[in-house]
């Protein structure tokens, strides 16, 4: 299983340090066909130690130049950085980035040899017509990405679950990632309102091969549970 926290706009760098230190001491239990990956705000990327993944929640598709308010690979070298998250819902509605954008995004990447997990979600509009209109959709986010690319992991994340406190249902979970199995032979991750009260049954459903994690991750004790579940 694959667990990975998105910290999103939360923590700094001394409450991200803080969090790794508490987190590689009850990491010390870990399964170890299980990864953790952890996704902090990228003022608080560093070079941390540990039985996990460091990654970026987005950079910019350049080595360096002039992108005010972005990071490019020159800042991710720094800390040896090679995964992060592309796609994310609340970049395509809040930021505005359109399919085009993400696909550059993601072909930058993929030629600099990054893990990328590429975030896909529909919105509550179109769960409600239905799984084929669900499914139509997703398969439409892939619309220019490279599916059988090495270091591709998928995350289905429903638009409506996200943050919300309200999971998809075991049943819309299976079936979506049946669905999306048939097209994408990737490790497919699960996110929104993953939390450690609905861990278990999440993990448990037939292809779902991990989980992103955004609120629940950001304590260090509720996280770990997760994990060690
Ligand atoms: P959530 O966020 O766990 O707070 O629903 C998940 C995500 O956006 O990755």
Redesign the pocket.
């Known amino acids: 299983m694959i667990f990975a926290a998105?910290f999103k706009t939360n923590h700094t760098r001394a409450t991200t340090k803080a969090y790794i230190e508490a987190l590689n001491e009850k990491l010390f239990t870990k399964r170890v066909q299980d990864s953790v990956y952890i996704f902090p705000p990228s003022t608080a990327l560093d070079h941390y130690k540990g039985n996990f993944t460091l990654g970026v929640q987005n950079a910019y598709m350049t080595r360096n130049g002039a992108y005010t308010g972005e990071i490019g690979l020159e800042q991710l070298e720094e800390f040896s950085i090679k995964t992060i998250l592309v796609g994310?819902s609340?970049r395509r509605e809040i930021l505005g980035e359109k399919q085009e954008f993400i696909t550059e995004k993601f072909s930058y990447f993929k030629e600099h040899g990054f893990e990328i997990i590429y975030c896909i979600g529909e919105p509550l509009e179109i769960r409600e017509q239905g799984d084929e209109a669900v499914i139509e959709y997703l398969l439409a986010q892939f619309e220019g990405i490279d599916t059988s690319y090495e270091k591709l992991i998928v995350a289905y994340?429903p638009i409506w679950?996200?943050?919300?406190g309200r999971s998809a249902t075991t049943e819309e979970i299976e079936n979506t990632h049946a669905a999306l199995k048939k097209t994408i032979q990737k490790p497919l991750l699960y996110?929104?309102?993953?939390k450690p009260e609905n861990i278990k049954e999440i993990t448990n459903i037939r292809g779902v091969d991990g989980v992103?994690?955004?609120?629940?991750s950001l304590d260090v004790e509720s996280f770990s549970k997760m994990v060690l579940i």
Request: proline letters at 0%; zero cysteines; hydrophobic letters at 35%.
């Open positions: 998105n994310h609340e994340e679950a996200i943050g919300t996110g929104g309102s993953v992103l994690v955004g609120s629940a």
